[in-house]
């Protein structure tokens, strides 16, 4: 029988020992750890109006568990830790909203990997407000001219100008501060109205005041874009991609719920279907 020397069993062990090596790491340095994902922001956020509701939350913040946090959590696999909260304003980041629930902000860390948020319509009840005061001076005249924009001209823009673009800045600022190695994404609100004919049964919206909310909202976005452009923030703008899925728009198309015949609890707010399509389009922004 042939002998092997000892330089062979010397080669053999160290080949052994290098396929061992290889056959245990290889498989754990494959496998990444999941993303250490923090959702803050608002109603548009947290889902509000849209069932089940998330039983980590408060009541109050009427978070629900197919809000887009959620569904980017699910379709990544990441640890979330969800902090949205209905009603939300950017001063809420820094103090407690509602007893037993912190600020947002204190949920930001330096171990985030990723950070979303929606925020700056409830700030001074600008947004939401111009929804309410033009439905009801919509309602007086039932449907026919201008009546909000008539009342209330510039106040609203002027509002977004003053108190909610340097608000979301700040907020924006902070967060990068917290999170230096995250990807923060802050996204614009989807299409509440059509371009230009309304639908009074369901949105009591007079049909000149249609545009004159169009062109609030659009402010809002671009104050929104304008912050995060300033602070190396991705913004996910959501215009395109819900037109036509307004709250005039059929069930099964809508993202947004009307005041009147809507499905949601929380009207003028995203259904489920509007929340998977904004996870949808950050995903696709992300590249995740």
Not at 36 to 55: E, F, K, M, N
Not at 75 to 103: I, M, R
Not at 167 to 175: E, F, G, S, T, W
Request: aromatic share 6%.
């Amino acid at each position: 029988m042939r002998s092997i020397s000892s330089r062979g069993l010397a080669g053999a062990a160290a080949l052994a020992t290098a396929l061992t090596v290889v056959a245990t790491a290889s498989p754990a340095s494959a496998v990444p750890e999941p993303l250490r994902y923090v959702a803050l922001g608002d109603s548009y956020s947290a889902g509000s109006g849209v069932w089940p509701p998330d039983p980590q939350a408060s009541p109050l913040c009427l978070r629900t568990t197919k809000n887009y946090p959620h569904v980017i959590a699910a379709a990544v696999g990441a640890n979330l830790e969800d902090v949205t909260c209905g009603a939300a304003e950017t001063k809420h980041f820094y103090t407690s909203q509602y007893p037993g629930v912190p600020a947002q902000l204190d949920a930001v860390t330096a171990e985030a990997d990723l950070v979303t948020l929606t925020i700056g319509g409830n700030d001074n009840g600008v947004f939401i407000g111009a929804i309410v005061a033009c439905g009801t001076a919509g309602a007086a005249t039932l449907g026919y001219g201008s009546p909000c924009k008539n009342i209330y001209g510039s106040y609203f823009d002027n509002q977004v100008d003053a108190t909610t673009y340097p608000a979301v800045k700040k907020a924006l600022q902070d967060i990068h501060t917290k999170a230096p190695n995250a990807s923060v994404a802050i996204l614009g609100y989807p299409s509440i109205l059509p371009a230009t004919k309304g639908c009074f049964t369901k949105m009591p919206i007079a049909q000149g005041d249609v545009p004159y909310l169009n062109n609030l909202q659009s402010h809002l976005n671009s104050v929104v874009r304008q912050a995060a452009s300033e602070t190396g923030t991705t913004f996910v703008d959501l215009a395109a991609a819900s037109v036509g899925r307004d709250a005039c728009a059929p069930i099964g198309t809508r993202w947004i719920e009307p005041v009147l015949f809507g499905t949601n609890t929380v009207p003028v707010h995203p259904n489920a279907l509007g929340e998977a399509g904004m996870a949808d389009r950050t995903l696709a922004v992300l590249g995740l």
